[in-house]
């Protein structure tokens, strides 16, 4: 018996063990929030006498929302320009088992605007439609997955600036009375770290240079340029049509100041290596320098020299005075400009540096430019050339200037006529009149070959001024600023001009014509050349005293025919007129030409006093 009321005993505590455990319903992670869950325990025994059951009471339960989630990629980096826009991809899933609500938000990187866009296509990179991303009520649904786009609007930041952008989810989760749910974890919140560096290029500029003693109006000088980079990596460039850029390009610009002429072409390349990185368009005073980003890499430092001279043809027309003080600096160089890779953004290059080394007074200057036209020429035995000389005052103080003229060589000794004016009266090596710094005159220098010259002579003579007043003389970077050699060189006559007396109507002749008779004038004009057109022909023919031009000698209004179609006497412009000042001439106008092997005749008539 003692072994059957054990064995009952124990049987008894089994059977309730077990009925026990199979009431119980196990809870594995993942069941819906607000899932029921009942626990009612029964009993069977034997008293002794008979075999009974019995039930507890019952537990009832109710699972939590538990509120979980979590980014893919756990983390992040990116390394990046400033100014610049990025989007940034990454994954969000709601692990929690009931649909959640979350709030977003950033932290606040200094000159970061940071906002949240759905990846509408999964593409991982911004494309239309990617729009904000906002979380309504209950919005992610259990185990569902937002493919996201952290969108960072970078400002302008130093080289290697290093700050994390943070994106929080934190459960915006509620108490659900009615369906009875109540949350479990209602703190929770998750982060997503994107450590974001930015490489810069730093770019750097310095100036100087020493100024030539004395300094004056003309006198060349270097500007030294230097431009390096102290950033980590070479700058986005700014490429602009009409800048002669090499691949992409930096850009900064100066402005000539007053006073001051830069001394290149319109456009070209300074002397650099690596040759051809930096180039310049010139224009109304202003310099445009374009250096290829190719040989601004980080630790770079690139040299080269800018042309300038101080000079009154530029700007205000005189050049500084006497004791001014000429002198730049740094602030006269422009913003460097660059893009970003997505906008162009001014950014001003590190300046430094002193222009000028040295005195910086402006001495007095008395020089002059000196050119002529033409250079050289060709001319006929007993046939006139003019030479026009361009005057002007280089100085900065008015001056009177002497000539000379001295045969440097050549067949003839044959002295030029110097004067003010076209045929005017010879000046002699008499001083011009006063020329005002900056103004120009001009000088008409002739020669007329001896007669007896042939084919092949030469007449060479050295034209020379001088300026008259004191200073140190302006030598500018012509040689012959200050003297020409001009040389006219004899040719075989192609073109004539013959005068005669051709008939005569009354009772003379036309070598002895009596007062009353009609004489009829012919001027024959050949030009012998087998290819060279004569232009603006201009004939000159002064009626002489004692006879009277017939105004109608061909028709009312007309005394002149050319190849025998009559002229009026007006200045028509149809190649012939009557001047009637003083006693009257012939003329012809710029519009008058013969052609290449063709002879033109002139004719008028005129009646003897």
């Not at 320009?81 to 932290?107: E, L, Q």
Request: glycine fraction near 8%; include cysteine.
């Amino acid at each position: 018996m003692k072994n059957t009321k054990l064995f009952s005993r124990l049987s008894i505590a089994l059977v309730m063990m077990l009925m026990l455990s199979s009431m119980q319903q196990s809870f594995a992670a993942g069941t819906a929030a607000g899932t029921a869950i009942t626990n009612t325990a029964s009993v069977t025994y034997n008293d002794g006498t008979n075999v009974k059951s019995k039930n507890s009471n019952t537990v009832n339960m109710y699972v939590g929302h538990k509120v979980a989630g979590a980014f893919a990629p756990a983390s992040g980096s990116i390394t990046t320009y400033d100014n610049v826009t990025y989007y940034y991809p990454v994954s969000f899933t709601n692990n929690g088992n009931r649909a959640t609500p979350f709030t977003i938000s950033f932290n606040a990187p200094t000159n970061y605007t940071l906002s949240l866009l759905g990846d509408a296509d999964n593409s991982g990179t911004f494309t239309v439609g990617d729009t904000a991303f906002a979380i309504g009520v209950d919005s992610i649904a259990v185990g569902a997955t937002h493919n996201l786009l952290i969108k960072a609007v970078v400002g302008n930041l130093a080289d290697l600036n290093s700050q994390p952008v943070i994106l929080t989810f934190t459960s915006a989760a509620r108490v659900d009375v009615a369906n009875n749910v109540v949350v479990a974890n209602p703190a929770f919140a998750t982060t997503f770290t994107l450590t974001s560096t930015i490489n810069k290029a730093a770019l750097t500029f310095a100036v100087g240079g020493v100024a030539p003693s004395p300094l004056i109006p003309g006198a060349l000088f270097n500007y030294g340029i230097t431009i390096g980079n102290t950033g980590s990596v070479r700058p986005y460039g700014i490429n602009t049509a009409n800048i002669p850029a090499v691949g992409d390009s930096v850009q900064f610009t100066y402005t000539v100041p007053t006073n001051f002429t830069f001394n290149g072409a319109s456009s070209g390349s300074f002397a650099i290596t690596p040759s051809g990185s930096a180039k310049y368009l010139y224009n109304a005073g202003v310099i445009t320098i374009t250096i290829d980003t190719a040989a601004l890499t980080p630790a770079a430092s690139l040299s080269f020299t800018l042309p300038v001279t101080i000079d009154q043809t530029q700007n205000n027309g005189t050049g500084p005075a006497p004791g001014a003080t000429a002198a730049t600096n740094p602030s006269d160089f422009s913003t460097l400009l660059n893009n970003s890779p997505d906008n162009s953004v001014p950014v001003t290059a590190t300046t430094s540096g002193t222009v000028f080394a040295g005195g910086a007074v402006v001495a007095t200057s008395n020089g002059g430019k000196f050119t002529v036209t033409p250079a050289n020429a060709s001319a006929a035995a007993s046939e006139a050339v003019e030479y026009i000389f361009t005057l002007k005052n280089m100085g900065n103080v008015a001056s009177t200037y002497t000539l000379a003229d001295v045969q440097n060589g050549g067949t003839f000794n044959t002295d030029h006529l110097i004067a003010l004016t076209s045929n005017g009266t010879d000046l002699a090596t008499n001083p011009t009149g006063s020329v005002a710094p900056g103004s120009t005159i001009q000088i008409y220098v002739r020669v007329t070959v001896p007669g007896g010259a042939v084919v092949t002579n030469t007449i060479i003579r050295d034209i020379t001024i001088t300026p008259v007043a004191a200073g140190t003389l302006y030598t500018g970077n012509v040689a012959n600023d200050y003297n020409h050699t001009v040389t006219t060189t004899v040719v075989a006559a192609t073109f004539s001009i013959t005068l005669a007396a051709e008939s005569i109507v009354g009772s003379g002749t036309t070598t002895n014509p009596a007062p009353g008779d009609e004489i009829t004038f012919a001027l024959t004009i050949a030009n012998t050349s087998p290819t060279i057109n004569s232009t603006s022909v201009v004939i000159s023919n002064l009626i002489p005293a004692n006879l009277t031009f017939v105004a109608a000698g061909f028709a009312a209004g007309s005394g002149i025919t050319i190849d025998g179609i009559n002229k009026t006497n007006a200045n028509d412009g149809d190649d012939a007129w009557f001047d009637a000042t003083g006693n009257g001439t012939v003329q012809t106008n710029s519009t008058f030409s013969v052609n290449a092997l063709a002879t033109k005749v002139l004719r008028y008539k005129c009646t003897v006093n």
